[in-house]
């Protein structure tokens, strides 16, 4: 049997997360050649689910807030209520841990629309590979937004939030603050990963990618902004 000792030894799961922040085109380089996944989105997912379940008191109690005072509770409603505060922080729980999967597949599908314009043909499953590699720093915004929640009121929970819309005075409403509730730091390096893990992996340009996706985040985030400012 012949051994090719030049063959290159692929990366760890633990040495992809870390070089996901300090060496992505490195990891990324490995994704083209080994797109594997599971692993590192089971650790998202969990990860998730756990600081959903740290703060779950809190998302329960403010979610009983806003139901009350968006129904106004009537004599006979109290079974309602804990009915829909139920279903509520479960939905919301299930969300935390599901949401980075449907993130990963609606950027895969961006970058896929991508690079038919751009870059040499590239499957589906690598750039969902890139996307979920690129969502790790995600998880940092996560960890902050788990200490800020325990640290806030739970009426005040909708002021929770690691973007820009920390600069605004709390209850801030209109299109400015709107828009920079989009303006995240964590989330806009995710985006900038995943434009550079699009073009590695499919010998496509970065800008090309980068072009592409931060014009798409900038239009759904004014759309978001106006209408958060339509419905205020």
């Known amino acids: 049997m012949n051994v090719d000792l030049e063959a290159p030894v692929g990366m760890s799961f633990f ?92 950027a895969a599908g961006l970058l896929k629309l991508c690079n038919m314009f751009s870059g040499e043909p590239t499957p589906y499953r690598q750039f969902f590979a890139v996307s979920v590699y690129a969502y790790l720093p995600m998880l940092i915004a996560s960890v902050l937004v788990c200490i800020l929640i325990s640290l806030t009121p739970a009426a005040n929970l909708d002021e929770v939030s690691t973007s820009l819309y920390l600069l605004f005075p709390p209850g801030t409403k209109g299109f400015a603050a709107g828009l920079a509730r989009q303006i995240d730091p964590f989330y806009l390096w995710t985006v900038l990963l995943i434009s550079m893990g699009g073009a590695v992996i499919s010998r496509g340009k970065v800008k090309t990618y980068a072009m592409f996706m931060f014009g798409l985040w900038a239009i759904l985030a004014v759309a978001s902004a106006f209408l958060t400012q339509m419905g205020g």
Do not use: H, Y
């Open 15 to 106: 040495q992809r997360i870390i070089g996901t922040f300090l060496s992505p085109r490195a990891v990324f380089e490995d994704i083209a050649t080994r797109p594997t996944w599971l692993p590192v989105l089971i650790f998202i997912c969990i990860s998730n689910l756990v600081f959903s379940l740290l703060t779950i008191s809190k998302t329960k109690e403010f979610i009983q807030i806003a139901m009350q005072a968006q129904m106004q509770t009537a004599p006979g409603s109290a079974d309602f209520m804990a009915i829909a505060v139920k279903t509520a922080t479960i939905s919301a729980v299930a969300g935390a841990a599901l949401s980075a999967v449907i993130f990963c597949l609606f």
